[in-house]
């Protein structure tokens, strides 16, 4: 696979910027009440990888905060949009959500792989995608297409 050093990544105001060694391989759409909130969004949509494979840029204005042990959500100071959401509870895994939105063309991202959290949505989806409700058959849904998608 070829290494990528360019920056490919960026939130809405430019002012954090990722570079993503290759493309994710997993996706899926969370409508947690937490992604609400921090997304503003009525569900999230994130790419999932690696976090060895993501590099942040010096400077970037991320502020971190962490919803429940493990998962720490970064946004940025200037535009207050998500960035890159970090899973470090496990010490040989480390897992990074990168909102699909902010990943630009040269990266081609997966296909969208469920709607997890579907209990919390704000609005029915029409799509051929599974919905997965309940908490436990959620993450079970996540880390199911989390586990594949780490190299
Ligand atoms: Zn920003
Ligand atoms: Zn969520």
Redesign the pocket.
Known sequence: MNTINQENCQCECGACKLTLSHAPKGRFF???????K?YKKP??D?SVMDAQSVSIAEGSPIEYTSYWSGLKRGTCKECGQPVVALLTQFPLLKIAFVPSNTIDNSIQVPDSQAH??YH?RVDDIDDNLPKVSGFIKSELKATGIILPALK
Do not use: A, D, M, P
Not at 30 to 36: A, L, P
């Open positions: 969370c409508h947690c009440e937490i992604c609400q921090v569900y999230s994130v997890i959290f919390r």
